[in-house]
């Protein structure tokens, strides 16, 4: 067989498609961003640009929206990496806008829903035009309707109904000023690809990705971890339970999953068998209606 008779693997194509994502967002816009928040989609997104222009560093700035609320593990696998890659790291914090009154914490004390505003001064403080996020259409409805380019107005919003068409893999960066485009590598990816890519390119992550013994209790059908911004109530039970983390975010409203996966390709194997999509199963920020999701994106959410 020839190289020309050979065809790309499936993880092959992924990369190769989101790789010329990256490098149409580089040539097309002003100032582009990626969020990075050491979760394992934004990992991969960041591994796929370091590959994009190596050996050259990648050539925009990192943001995070800190809610205050973040799994340490997390941060310090954030912060290494940005000094490792020798990357220039904008956080916005949410801590700070409560304490100065431009918001106010919710009653069920998840701060998830808070980020919008933050990272949409963050966007406009920067003079963002692109912004590179690590969503995938396998997630949840309303990011499986969103465009890879995705255009936001001179407010941040995002209407589902405006969407332009991606014939043949053109992408229109085309936008006025004070808008912004929403970019989104991974839109094809489902949560098995991200983990076999990780496998194939021995790409480290957070240990809370893997099986591990934590203080945990049950609400809502999810697993929390017991800790400062999640609490039991009334008769929740706590106890140490062998739990791995699918997705993170703010504590108090990620769930864990009992699992016995301590190797990438332990997880592998129980992502192949699960039929509940890690949002649905371990975010409790996604529950809270029907449309939850999408409402928040049309505020201007990731």
Known sequence: MTLADRRLTQLEWLESESIHIIREVVAEFARPVLLFSGGKDSIVMLHLATKAFWPGKVPFPLLHIDTGH???????????????????????????YIDDGRLRERADG??????????????????????????????????????????????????????????????????????HVRVFPLSNWTELDIWQYIAQEK???????????????????????????????????????????????????TGAVASDASTVYDVIAEVASTRITERGATRADDRMSEAAMEDRKKEGYF
């Open 203 to 253: 790409i480290e992550l957070p240990e809370l990705y893997y099986a591990h013994d934590r203080e945990v209790f049950e609400r809502d059908g999810m697993l929390l971890s017991v800790g400062e911004f999640a609490q039991p109530k009334g008769d929740e039970t706590v106890e140490t339970r062998q739990v791995r983390y699918r997705t993170v975010g703010d504590m108090s409203c």
């Open 70 to 96: 973040n799994f340490p593990e997390v941060l310090a696998y954030r912060d290494a990496t940005i000094e490792r890659l020798g990357l220039r790291l904008e956080v916005a914090s949410v801590q700070d």
């Open 110 to 179: 998840t701060r998830n829903p808070l980020q919008t505003l933050p990272l949409l001064d963050a966007i406009g403080d920067h003079k963002f035009d692109a912004v590179f996020g690590g969503g995938r259409r396998d997630e949840e409805k309303a990011r499986a309707k969103e465009r890879v380019f995705s255009l936001r107005d001179e407010f941040g919003q995002w209407d589902p109904r405006n969407q332009r068409p991606e014939l043949w893999n053109l992408y229109n960066g085309k936008h006025r000023p004070g808008e």
